[in-house]
């Protein structure tokens, strides 16, 4: 991300509860915070920006959009790296954050995005639609983290 900031890919991170999604979401919002300020790129004549993030928890993101807090769309298109904490949690049964989704994803498809999600691959299309399965795999790194044992339930 620091050495190509406008060339990047989606990171999707998926497992069970307690193995560490959040915790490594997190850490990367920490790292931007830290060294994003001395990222410097240029994407429009005469407009220097550094490297920034956005950070959704994806239920929290579903009640924005529910009362109508349309403008965080473009935010979430527009940043350097888009964070997407668990994706798939929380009550969309208009499916307004699906087609949301679905966009942000199309217009993000060579920018840095991670998104962590407590489904398993096995069952996205079933769960976020086949459009936004789809776009899961284009440009794109998966990591299953489903072997990972609970840290939680390990450190009690
Ligand atoms: N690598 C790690 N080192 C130390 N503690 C960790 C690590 N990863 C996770 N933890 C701790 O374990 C707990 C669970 O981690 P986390 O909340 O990131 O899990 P999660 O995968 O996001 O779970 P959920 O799907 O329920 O949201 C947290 O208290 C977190 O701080
Ligand atoms: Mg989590």
Do not use: Y
Request: with cysteine.
């Amino acid at each position: 991300m620091a050495r190509s900031p406008l060339a990047g890919r989606l990171l999707l991170l998926s497992g069970e509860s307690g193995s560490g999604k959040t915790h490594c979401a997190k850490a990367v919002r920490e790292w931007i915070r830290a060294a994003g300020g001395s990222v410097k790129f240029i994407r429009r004549v005469n407009h220097v920006e550094s490297l920034s993030c956005v950070f959704w928890h994806w239920p929290a993101l579903l009640d924005t959009l529910k009362n109508g807090g349309w403008d965080v769309v473009e935010d979430m298109m527009e940043t350097p790296c888009l964070i997407i904490d668990e994706l798939g949690g929380g009550h969309d049964p208009s499916a307004v954050g699906t087609d949301k989704l679905c966009q942000i994803l199309s217009r993000r498809e060579r920018r840095w995005t991670l998104v962590t999600t407590n489904i398993v691959q096995s069952a996205w299309e079933e769960k976020f639609d086949r459009r936004v399965a789809s776009r899961f795999f284009r440009n794109s790194t998966h990591v299953d983290l489903s072997d990972v044992p609970d840290f939680s339930l390990h450190a009690a």
